[in-house]
């Protein structure tokens, strides 16, 4: 393989070709166990690049020494490593008919897709790197699609951005709650909009099992806060509707409310305390709101939700939810014991 250490878009990377890049071209060998088409896959995606530019060299000249700080994962398994080669080769075969094939919107995806499971890289690791990519590589980024992908996959992380950048930096430190939506969500940190009524008034439609699992999620993993009446984009909605409908109209009711579902479809965290349930009123756009957040514990052993050993169960990753199932669930079982 060889590939060109100079230029705004290097290292760029070919196969079998030792002149194309005249005095400037350095060439990898590889042994005979390893694949080149593989190697090819690794050196090409985006974390690679992201690697590189960010913690061994941040200019155009990306030489042999920047490549070899490259850390690669100690197993590759077999089957991953198969699927890599293939994509590599599917790429080249189509290329040799159409030199102007967009791989990047094929083959490339999936080929970052596998190299960022191979790091076991969470949603937020993810974002990180494509929002990165979007940066240096502005054009190639819009040019290839990434970009606008990117705009419509983080919207609401942009959109938060966003919000926090307009306001000076002693409003975010003003109040508790306004220091965590400064923060973003994260791997102990997520925004509900509401609790079971939406903006519209609607009843349902998802939210309410949307804050148990996630509650659920934190006690499974490192605990967390639910910031209810908060949207994704960190805007400040509050719980007006839910308050409203509680059984009292007020503040006491919501709560109960909220302990009865938790109850009902967690019991494990009612019966080991493990959820505090705080409620804070902010004065936005002239009006009072009021946002509620549930601190919740780790808690040993698995927390099932709705249903005790025979529920879902749900971790966090990240910024989300994951549901295990399988094998998967069967592995991360391993480790509650």
């Known amino acids: 393989m060889t590939f060109s250490p100079t230029g705004i878009y290097s290292p760029s990377f070919r196969l079998g070709s030792a002149s194309v890049f005249g005095n400037k071209g350095s060439t990898i060998f590889f042994n005979d166990s390893e694949s080149v088409e593989a190697g090819m896959a690794f050196l090409t995606s985006i974390l690679a690049r992201f690697f590189w530019k960010n913690f061994s060299c941040h200019t155009v000249e990306t ?5 070899t700080q490259l850390i690669l994962p100690r197993e590759i398994p077999e089957e991953i490593a198969s699927q890599l080669e293939s994509l590599v080769q599917s790429i080249i075969e189509k290329q040799k008919l ?3 094939y967009d791989y990047w919107n094929h083959e490339q ?16 690791a993810i974002r990180e790197v494509e929002l990165w990519f979007c940066r240096p590589y502005a054009r190639l980024a819009k040019n290839q699609g990434l970009w606008s992908r990117v705009e419509r996959a983080y919207a609401d992380f942009l959109e938060w951005g966003a919000r926090i950048l307009a306001r000076p930096a002693s409003y975010w430190r003003s109040h508790p709650v306004l220091q965590l939506i400064g923060r973003g969500e994260g791997t102990q940190l997520d925004f509900k909009e509401c609790f079971h009524i ?13 804050v148990l699992k996630t509650a659920a999620s934190f006690a499974n993993t490192s605990g967390g806060t639910v910031l209810l009446g908060v949207s994704n984009d960190g805007a400040l909605h509050g719980l007006s509707r839910d308050i409203a409908a509680s059984s009292r109209g007020d503040v006491d009711g919501l709560e109960l409310k909220i302990r009865d579902a938790i109850g009902e479809k ?12 705080h409620f804070d ?6 009006e009072d709101k009021i946002v509620a957040r549930l601190e919740v514990e780790a808690v040993s052993g698995i927390t099932y939700f709705d249903g005790d050993n025979r529920g879902e169960v749900w971790v966090r990753d990240g910024n989300r939810c994951r549901r295990l ?13």
């Open 266 to 277: 967690i019991p494990v965290l009612t019966t080991s305390s493990a959820v505090k349930i």
């Open 98 to 100: 159409n030199a102007r």
């Open 198 to 210: 939406n903006r519209l008034g609607q009843r349902g439609g998802g939210a309410l099992k949307n």
């Open 281 to 286: 009123t902010l004065r936005d756009e002239n």
């Open 63 to 67: 030489g042999e020494e920047v490549l």
């Open 109 to 124: 995806r999936q080929i970052d897709a596998l190299v960022y499971a191979l790091y076991d890289l969470d949603e937020t």
């Open 325 to 337: 199932e399988g094998q998967s669930l069967v592995e991360w079982s391993k480790t509650r014991s």
